[in-house]
């Protein structure tokens, strides 16, 4: 591909040692009609990618958070279509980096072809399909070459180290470093940051041609930093819908939720706690 | 010679080497269990050479299993529709009552071999769930039994055996709380036990390898039809039938039948209230090809790519999906798959207990169901066999409410 995507952009544009922070949200969580303001919100916060998750029935690699998000938004009728147009909304006055996620099946059912056009006709720049291994699915790997659509792949503490040269040849824009052994939303609090850098290293060691994101059981500003000390940034999901879901729909849910986001990427500004040591 | 080149004929080689049945098949899961599969595979291929594995399995098939089991002549049943001879190749005589066992076995040896400790799986009916605390127990070993909520209070008698024998019995709440939810349930906890963890796949679903080697394991009881046809009718059958709920009993009975193309095969699913109406979990009748647990096959879905419920008064067909082989083959058209309701089920529990002296489980019902729409193009000079894949002790408090109800 000769030009740069958002994604590329975003990472070349990053200089200082502040960490990319991606979050992910369930397309239509927790009500389809507030997505496009949710995520002004979030980018307004300090979001620098978002994650856009395509819900789906039986998402097997997801624990109890996502499920229940996927679940709200099947319930709200949110579907392909739905989520296209929540793009290109979002679109009108945002360039965040969009990677839409989630599972293969609706993707399928929705046609390959179509699904990539729309995809880039809506200005969505990434896709992670998590039961779609590097290697499984060749036609997908051509379509995203085809629309332009950069293919984001996971690696994970169990994956090899020719493995995760595969992955990274087979990715473009970020590689995706699960840091746990897990479905998404494990808690492993300190566990995490300290079995997790040796795997890191090997992450850094073979992954040259992409920047690397790491995500799966950050729960907060002093996790990520914990974490991500060695990558480009952080990634944070089940968090951030756990904490919509603990105060959706009080007053002022999307505006906390913007003050959430800003301590996960900058810490508490008033009583900042040190690092761990 | 023509009859030795066989068995490599259309039908006798697939999978490809990585999982495919034509385009069914394949491994579309999450990495973390890429080198898990990959791991899998190597030890399964290595075991399928090793003389001394082939010999373990094949003497707790015998010893403990109580292999080889019956091809019993159904003369009264016969005689009800007086058209060919019927026979019941008899599964509900193996230990714990139904053919699971024969893949339990065969994956926990895979398991020890490969040094894992901790066994999970997931159960519908509950049969595969008692096989594998069965195997488990025998060894020693840790289980986990993932099943459905609604399961767990339509096969209680099988919770209670799972227990009794030692195994942890968990819950699952999500979705319609049956097979479907259980296997993502096991999926979900494979994924975050991988190191030590073995998952049972109980039919023959799943990623690549675990169609093949599910089919591997249960094949023994079309290998053993063979040999008993020949020696009790002198010749292969020309009906055979097996119900299809992932289609484990079906393929292990007719994979070995598929090169003998005069053998007809026929895979019966659950309609459940109707394949015309949104309760039924006949998958490769109402289905269309999708990607569920792992690989490419025929699945209930909406317009949406969403997984439908199924639905199906028996526990272990009630699921939207089917092992992609059975797409493979209904796409060939080499297998006939046909559907038959809740009702007519429950009519050929009543046929064959009354007819035979042997109660069938729900599932076995299907298949002894579409007797009455094949028999009658049948002649008297045919004979047909029946999987009678599991005995009906564990159903009988649905049989019952059923038999009271007008
Ligand atoms: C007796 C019996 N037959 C058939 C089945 C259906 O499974 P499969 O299609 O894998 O044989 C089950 C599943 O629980 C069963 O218990």
């Known amino acids: ?277 | 010679m023509e009859i030795e080149k066989k068995p490599d004929s259309r039908f006798g080689s697939s999978p490809d080497d990585r999982g495919f049945y034509g385009k069914f098949g394949g491994r579309y899961v999450p990495e973390i269990l890429i080198p898990a599969l990959d791991d899998l595979a190597g030890a399964f291929f290595a075991a399928r050479k090793d003389p001394a594995f082939q010999q373990q399995f094949a003497s707790l098939l015998h010893e403990y299993v109580g292999r080889e089991t019956p091809l019993t002549y159904a003369g009264r049943l016969s005689e009800h529709f007086g058209k060919a001879r019927i026979y019941l190749k008899r599964e509900d005589l193996c230990h714990t009552g139904a053919h699971k066992i024969n893949n339990a076995i065969g994956q926990v040896l895979l398991a020890r071999r490969m040094g894992k400790t901790r066994i999970i799986a997931e159960t519908g009916a509950g049969q595969h769930g008692v096989a594998t605390a069965t195997v488990c127990a025998y060894f020693g070993m840790t289980c986990i039994i993932y099943m459905g909520a609604e399961d767990i209070v339509r096969q209680k008698l099988n919770v209670d055996r799972m227990r009794l024998l030692g195994a942890e019995v968990r819950p699952v709440e999500s979705g319609a709380k049956t097979l479907s939810n259980a296997i993502n349930e096991a999926i979900r906890d494979w994924v975050s036990n991988v190191g030590d963890t073995f998952y049972i796949i109980g039919s023959a679903v799943g990623p690549h390898p675990y169609p093949l080697m599910v089919r591997e394991f249960q094949s023994v009881i079309g290998k053993e039809t063979i040999d008993q046809s020949l020696e009790q009718e002198g010749r292969l059958p020309d009906h055979v039938l097996a119900c299809v709920g992932g289609g484990s009993n079906a393929i292990g009975m007719f994979h070995p039948l598929l090169p003998h193309e005069n053998v007809r095969l026929y895979g019966i699913e659950a309609a459940g209230e109707g394949v015309q109406t949104p309760r039924h979990a006949a998958t490769l009748s109402g289905g269309l090809p999708g990607i569920l647990h792992g690989s490419l096959s025929y699945l209930l879905q909406t317009q949406y790519g969403q997984i439908a419920e199924a639905h199906s008064v028996s526990a272990g067909l009630d699921y939207p999906g089917v092992g992609p082989e059975h797409s493979f083959l209904r796409d060939s058209g080499r297998v006939t798959y046909a559907a038959v309701t809740d009702g007519e089920a429950l009519d050929g529990v009543r046929l064959l207990s009354s007819k035979e002296g042997i109660i069938p489980a729900l599932e076995t019902a299907h298949a002894i169901a579409y007797l009455n729409m094949m028999m009658p193009g049948t002649q008297p000079d045919e004979f047909v066999v029946i999987n009678c894949s599991g005995r009906g002790d564990k159903d009988m408090e649905t049989i019952a409410k059923y038999m009271k109800s007008p």
């Not at chain 1, 059912?109 to 896709?127: C, H, N, P, T, V």
């Not at chain 1, 041609?209 to 940034?233: C, Q, W």
């Open chain 1, 1 to 277: 591909m000769s030009n740069k995507g958002r994604i590329q952009r975003l990472f070349e544009k990053r200089t200082g040692p502040e960490k990319i922070m991606s979050l992910f949200l369930t397309a239509g969580y927790p009500d389809p009609s507030e997505t496009v303001e949710l995520v002004r919100e979030l980018e307004a916060s300090g979001a620098d990618l978002l994650e856009l998750g395509m819900p789906f029935s039986d998402p097997l690699a997801d624990g109890p958070t996502i499920q229940y998000a996927s679940k709200v938004a099947l319930e709200q009728g949110v579907n392909l279509d739905s989520i296209f147009d929540m793009i290109v909304e979002i679109r009108k006055n945002s360039q965040i980096p969009i990677v839409l996620m989630g599972y293969i099946n609706p993707v399928l059912r929705y046609g390959l072809e179509a699904f990539f056009y729309k995809a880039k006709a809506s200005d969505a720049d990434g896709i992670i399909l998590p039961d779609v291994p590097p290697g499984e699915f060749p036609e997908i790997e051509d379509l995203c070459q085809k629309h332009g659509i950069d293919p984001i792949h996971l690696v994970a503490p169990n994956t090899s180290d020719s493995r995760m040269q595969e992955i990274d040849r087979a990715s473009r824009g970020f590689v995706y470093c699960v840091s746990v052994t897990g479905v998404t939303g494990t808690r492993e609090g300190d566990e995490v940051s300290r079995s997790v850098s040796g795997f890191i290293q090997r992450v850094r060691k073979n992954v040259t041609r992409n920047p690397v994101l790491v995500g799966f059981g950050i729960r907060s500003h002093a996790d990520a930093m914990a974490v991500s000390s060695e990558t480009d940034g952080f990634i944070v999901g089940s968090a951030l819908i756990d904490y919509i879901r603990g105060i959706y729909p009080g007053p002022d849910w999307v505006k906390k939720t913007g003050d959430f986001v800003r301590e996960l990427k900058y810490g508490s500004q008033i009583r900042q706690e040190s690092p761990r040591m």
